[in-house]
């Protein structure tokens, strides 16, 4: 099994980890009830997604 020749400095151990972070998640408001809801997805209280009804959703009836 191979070994590594030198010990990976904390530095460059770190510079590699650079992009191994959570990102934040995009918020928007509801064009049609005004709630926040995460891009690119249905309004989970009234259905709607881009000002039109993509959902029948049993609250709003």
């Known amino acids: 099994m191979a070994h590594p ?3 990976i400095s904390k530095q ?3 510079k590699r980890r650079t992009h191994d972070n959570a990102a934040f998640v995009q918020l ?3 064009s049609n009830c005004g709630t926040t809801v995460k891009y690119h997805t249905v309004c989970p209280e ?3 997604y881009r000002g039109k009804l993509a959902i029948e ?3 709003a009836v």
Do not use: A, F, T
């Open 5 to 7: 020749k030198r010990k």
């Open 12 to 14: 460059r151990r770190n």
């Open 28 to 30: 928007s408001k509801c």
């Open 46 to 48: 009234c259905g709607y």
């Open 57 to 59: 959703n049993k609250k």
